[in-house]
Nanobody, 121 residues
Framework: QVMLVESGGGLVQPGGSLRLSCAASGGSVSSYTMAWFRQAPGEGRKFVARLSWSGTSIDYADSVKGRFTISRDSAKNTVYLQMNSLKPEDTAVYYC??????????????WGQGTQVTVSS
């Protein structure tokens, strides 16, 4: 069972950048489809970005396209979310999630504890 630990959140001014990290243990990120979700206060958890286990497919929510980039470093067993041109509406708790390449269900069964991102002047 893979375990996920996010880091890199914090307070940043509008227009600034942050890079979130998701360190995996108990499994190789190359064997999992990895994703980032976020949850703003009073809202449900929403999809942000997804990187397929093969590395050949990447998807983004329309709200972050052109500003956020998902990537992975297999040697470090870590997935990243580079966030540029941040807006106040990007404020949320960001979660890393994983689904094994052999999984038959579309849901992500493995989740990290989340990291807070606050965009404010």
């Amino acid at each position: 069972q893979v375990m996920l630990v996010e880091s890199g959140g914090g307070l940043v001014q509008p227009g600034g950048s942050l890079r979130l990290s998701c360190a995996a243990s108990g499994g190789s990120v190359s064997s999992y489809t990895m994703a980032w979700f976020r949850q703003a206060p009073g809202e449900g958890r929403k999809f942000v970005a997804r990187l397929s286990w093969s590395g050949t497919s990447i998807d983004y929510a329309d709200s972050v396209k052109g500003r956020f980039t998902i990537s992975r470093d297999s040697a470090k067993n870590t997935v990243y979310l580079q966030m540029n041109s941040l807006k106040p509406e990007d404020t949320a708790v960001y979660y890393c999630a994983a689904r094994h390449k052999d999984a038959t269900m579309a849901a992500f069964p493995y989740w990290g504890q989340g990291t807070q991102v606050t965009v404010s002047s």
